[in-house]
């Protein structure tokens, strides 16, 4: 019996599902229709206003409950994703440092995350989104372990993820 290709997808939140810019991406971009809502999630006490599109939460929740597609938070929300229910999101489950505190700045750590997810094995194609990709170094050694498996997605953190990538990901997985 052959088993079925198994896919993962690595999302990161901040400038992919949380548009930064959001009163910028409702002038200047239609791809969701300006169809933004606002949320605030918190981090302890901190509150942070969340602005997505109902739209793409639902596209991803389609993924996530594929059962050849699996779902993976890999973001500095590490430990507070499960607020992200309050967008609609489904509970997906997250990787990531054991203490973020005793991660030296930056977003090194997202990496080594992302290939030890790979050094499982269990997945025979990967799309990571995050609007890190811009941080070069780290992230070169990470699809040099995937080779031709992995797409790479980098959403402008401005708008977040756009209909585009949307395509591009269900395209390269196979899942569209």
């Known amino acids: 019996m052959t088993e079925s290709k198994r896919n993962l997808i690595i999302l990161d939140f901040d400038g992919v599902i949380n548009a930064s ?12 229709g300006g169809n933004y809502e606002k949320e605030t999630l918190f981090i302890d006490s901190a509150g942070f206003d969340i602005y997505y599109t109902p739209e793409l939460v639902e596209t991803i929740n389609k993924w996530g409950r594929r059962e050849d597609t ?27 440092p054991e203490h973020l505190d ?26 990571w989104v995050d609007d890190d990709w811009t941080i070069n170094g780290p992230y070169k050694k990470w699809t040099s372990l995937v080779k ?8 402008w953190e401005d708008f977040g993820m756009l209909r585009s990538d949307v395509e591009v990901v269900e395209k390269h997985l196979g899942i569209s």
């Open 102 to 127: 005793d991660v030296p700045y930056g977003h090194m750590w997202k990496p080594r995350i992302g290939a030890s997810l790979i050094e499982e094995g269990e997945y025979e194609n990967y799309a």
């Open 21 to 32: 810019k959001y009163a910028y991406a409702v002038k200047t971009d239609n791809h969701w």
């Open 148 to 155: 031709d498996k992995y797409l790479r997605v980098n959403p």
């Open 70 to 96: 699996d779902i993976v938070w890999v973001t500095t929300w590490f430990g507070n994703t499960a607020q992200f229910t309050k967008l609609g999101f489904d509970l997906f489950p997250e990787a990531g």
